[in-house]
């Protein structure tokens, strides 16, 4: 395939996007991108300045302001800001929370995709939630994964505890739910799933079956490509 290959994955929240990102773009080589760590950077870039999460103008400039980057391999990406090592910080419940008020900020977004879009060229897997829709509309393959809510909730409750041990299922599943009613119905780049993407729900599918059936549409769209050039 060709080396500046860009699959976009979106889909609500605990629907396995950044496992499986990495996983494929582990598997194809490709730089991976976790849009959702950059909003986070920026939450904690908001939490740690005077400014409140809730004035639209001070966020958007702020977000256009601020150095994110992602480095290193799908399995140990580093997340930084202004040139520190965020990846542990931004994992915290209170910058989940926060980076789902920042995100639904028009200018925020449109800092950040700019972002995706520069690092992105180089070829890449992103997951977000506007990715198939915005950032890469013309990208070569994309997925939307997604869950029953109870799922996904059971999800992202292991990710967060991981992180802080005081997390309870009852608060990640009301926050799951607020945050989900928040993408998909904000006014600039909600969470849709794009006309051409695969759907994939994960319900009661291990990781590595949803894996699979991934490399099995990456790999028929490099048959079809192959066919196309005879």
């Not at 998909?184 to 799933?193: F, V």
Request: glycine content about 6%; cysteine-free; aromatic content about 4%.
């Amino acid at each position: 395939m060709k080396r500046n290959l860009i699959i976009a994955i979106d889909g609500p929240s605990g629907a396995g996007k950044s496992t499986l990102g990495r996983m494929l773009a582990r598997e194809l080589r490709l730089l991976y991108i976790d849009t959702g760590s950059m909003y986070r950077a920026v939450a904690l870039a908001v939490k740690e300045s005077s400014i409140s999460a809730h004035d639209d103008v001070a966020v958007g400039s702020l977000a256009a302001q601020v150095d994110i980057d992602l480095q290193g391999d799908p399995d140990s990406l580093v997340v930084t800001l202004g040139g520190v090592d965020v990846t542990g910080e931004i994992r915290s419940e209170e910058i989940t929370h926060l980076s789902s008020i920042v995100s639904t900020i028009p200018e925020v977004r449109r800092a950040m995709v700019a972002r995706q879009r520069e690092l992105g060229l180089r070829g890449a897997v992103l997951n977000g939630r506007d990715i198939g829709t915005v950032v890469f509309p013309d990208a070569d393959l994309k997925f939307f994964l997604t869950a029953l809510p109870q799922a996904r909730a059971e999800r992202r409750f292991n990710e967060d505890r991981a992180n802080d041990p005081a997390v309870n299922f009852e608060e990640t599943f009301a926050d799951m739910t607020e945050r989900d009613r928040r993408d998909s119905t904000r006014a600039d780049s909600p969470l849709k799933m794009a006309d051409d993407a695969v759907l994939i729900d994960s319900t009661g599918l291990s990781v590595d079956e949803v894996f699979q059936r991934m490399l099995a549409v990456v790999d028929e769209k490099a048959l079809k490509a192959g066919e196309a050039k005879k």
